[in-house]
């Protein structure tokens, strides 16, 4: 059912390195989809570095995250949801989160820089999910990389071939504009900030004496040089090699002059996937299924800090979304409805009547759901596949004021079910340990405990090296639990966790236990 609204449903999300360009690129598709008007109307979610310091620019600078977190319009025959991601390396683990829920990916690589290392770390999520993904090569009026270099360390870096299917015309001051290799047209390069569409000039292939007339003798020929190298060794697309995430079609432009937009976002629009079947508990799950199914992959506080209500996002999987429907939350097993749903527009947010595969809804949440939570309509399945990573700094919770333990307790949880860190807790919830990416999220959890639960605490480094999931026999966990007790904390989800205090020790337990299996993230 739905087939129609399926085919149109494009999900994706753009990820880059900070600064390589994702904000001026969403803003930009935004241009061409008609949402914005002018440049520059799209706020940067950025989380600068000279904010670490100021908590409050912070969660402001997070709100407006939120309000671009989802950015949807009608391009052409598609519905393009665009689900942004936090650019901070310390909210990583809330990009890796978001990639859980999107179809496929545009990855922007600032050509002047190169595969940077958190699009490395991106990618390799993206490899694992076997998401497909589009590259886009910016700042092309900058003096960059050479192309054939860029390509070279692309497949090197992210372990992905590559197939161009723009070219460009020298770089920097000297770029002249892109040749569209799958239709033979020339895109000429001029710098404007404002225009919604390129200049083509379709020509007969490179030898096409046309070309002498619109570029000088040495780019012609180096083009014709270029061209004849590229379809020698790249050929065709093959377009199941994309689908597969085995091949990334790469693009050249530069977003910030509106340049090379229209042809990715065409090229997108063509050939990115749909909303595909999905793994659960029980069974593979396709999104034509007339039942409704999906799964919450963020939650958002609310900014106002009386209001402690939260925003949950929610990715529709199968079947049609209602309003005022009950749905069964699968953990709690409590039906649910909804009055107020949220779909999210470019700039702004509106109550929604239903949605499709693809979409994702804005619930308003008390505190009901966690990430990973699966609403159905009635069928007793959770979607696989979103990850806790093991965290990289741990810190022990310590509790300030013994007359406000409830609070803390309260707001500990609700805050890392938010997905800002990840805690584990000991038996009998004696030790609290959490964890995170970055040092930042320390300073908003206490920052937060203080200002919306009134619970004032302090932060303990610990030290350990990773926190290791486990799988083996029951016999063998069992003693290998009772042997590391101390060491032996329990996850969201309540699954036992072992944190390692170093490397060598880690080590040391795979020798002694070798039947057991240690691993970093919560999927396995
Ligand atoms: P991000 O979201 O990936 O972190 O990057 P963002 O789009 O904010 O871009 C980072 C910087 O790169 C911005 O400059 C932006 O203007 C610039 N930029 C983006 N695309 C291009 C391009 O095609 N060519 C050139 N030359 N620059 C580009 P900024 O100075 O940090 O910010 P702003 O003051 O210009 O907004």
Redesign the pocket.
């Known amino acids: 059912m739905y087939e129609s609204e399926i085919a149109k449903r494009k999900t994706f999300a753009i990820i880059?390195h900070?600064?390589?360009?994702?904000?001026?690129?969403t803003e930009k598709f935004l241009l061409f989809g008609g949402q914005i008007q002018t440049a520059g109307a799209v706020k940067?979610n950025?989380i600068t570095k000279t904010a670490a310091s100021d908590f409050m620019e912070i969660e402001k600078q997070r709100g407006i995250s939120v309000a671009t977190s989802v950015m949807t319009f009608p391009y052409k025959n598609s519905w393009v949801n665009i689900l942004d991601t936090p650019?901070h390396k310390d909210f990583a683990e809330d990009t890796y989160r978001t990639l859980t829920a999107v179809d496929s990916v545009i990855l922007?690589i600032d050509c002047v820089k190169g595969v940077e290392e958190q699009t490395e770390r991106l990618m390799e999520v993206c490899r694992m999910r076997k998401t497909p993904v589009i590259v886009f090569i910016?700042?092309?009026?900058?003096d960059g990389k050479d192309p054939f270099d860029l390509l070279d360390e692309l497949e090197e870096k992210l372990n992905i071939g590559v197939h161009p299917l723009s070219w460009p015309i020298n770089g920097g001051r000297d770029f002249k504009g892109v040749y569209l290799l799958h239709n033979q047209t020339l895109n000429l390069f001029e710098s404007n900030k404002t225009k919604k569409a390129d200049d083509m000039i379709k020509i007969d292939g490179v030898n096409d004496a046309k070309l002498d007339g619109i570029l000088n003798a040495k780019d012609v020929s180096k083009l014709r040089e270029d061209v004849e190298l590229i379809e020698g060794v790249y050929g065709d697309l093959d377009m199941d090699y994309y689908l597969d995430a085995q091949i990334a079609p790469v693009f050249f432009g530069?977003?910030?002059?509106n340049f090379g937009i229209q042809e990715l976002l065409d090229t997108f629009v063509e050939i990115a996937p749909n909303p595909l079947p999905r793994a659960t508990s029980l069974r593979e799950v396709a999104p034509n299924e007339p039942k409704f199914s999906g799964f919450v992959f963020k939650i958002h506080a609310n900014l106002d800090p009386k209001h402690r209500d939260r925003i949950a996002f929610l990715r529709v999987c199968s079947g049609k979304f209602e309003r005022n429907k009950n749905y069964k939350h699968v953990r709690l097993e409590k039906q649910f409805k909804f009055a107020n749903p949220y779909m999210f527009l470019a700039q702004s947010k509106e109550v929604m009547e239903d949605a499709y595969p693809g979409d994702v809804v804005g619930l308003y949440d008390t505190g009901n759901f966690k990430i990973g939570d699966t609403l159905t309509e009635g069928e007793n399945f959770t979607y696989k596949g979103i990850p806790s990573f093991s965290p990289e700094i741990f810190k022990e919770l310590i509790n300030l004021d013994p007359m406000k333990s409830k609070q803390l307790e309260k707001g500990i949880q609700q805050l890392t079910d938010e997905g800002l860190a990840s805690l584990f807790v000991q038996e009998m919830g004696s030790r609290k340990f959490v964890g995170t990416v970055g040092e930042l999220q320390f300073e908003v959890l206490q920052y937060r405990l203080e200002h919306e639960y009134n619970a004032k605490c302090r932060f303990e480094a610990r030290v350990i090296n990773k926190a290791c999931w486990m799988t083996g026999s029951e016999a063998d966990l069992k003693d290998f639990m009772k042997y590391r007790q101390n060491n032996i904390a329990y996850d969201k989800d309540g699954r036992p966790v072992f944190l390692a205090e170093t490397g060598y020790i880690l080590r040391t337990a795979i020798d002694k236990y070798p039947d057991i299996k240690f691993h970093t993230t919560s999927e396995h």
Request: glycine share 10%; proline share 5%; hydrophobic share 25%.
């Open positions: 880059s900070p600064d390589a360009g994702k904000t001026t690129l940067s950025k650019g922007v910016n700042k092309m009026d900058r530069s977003a910030l002059n």
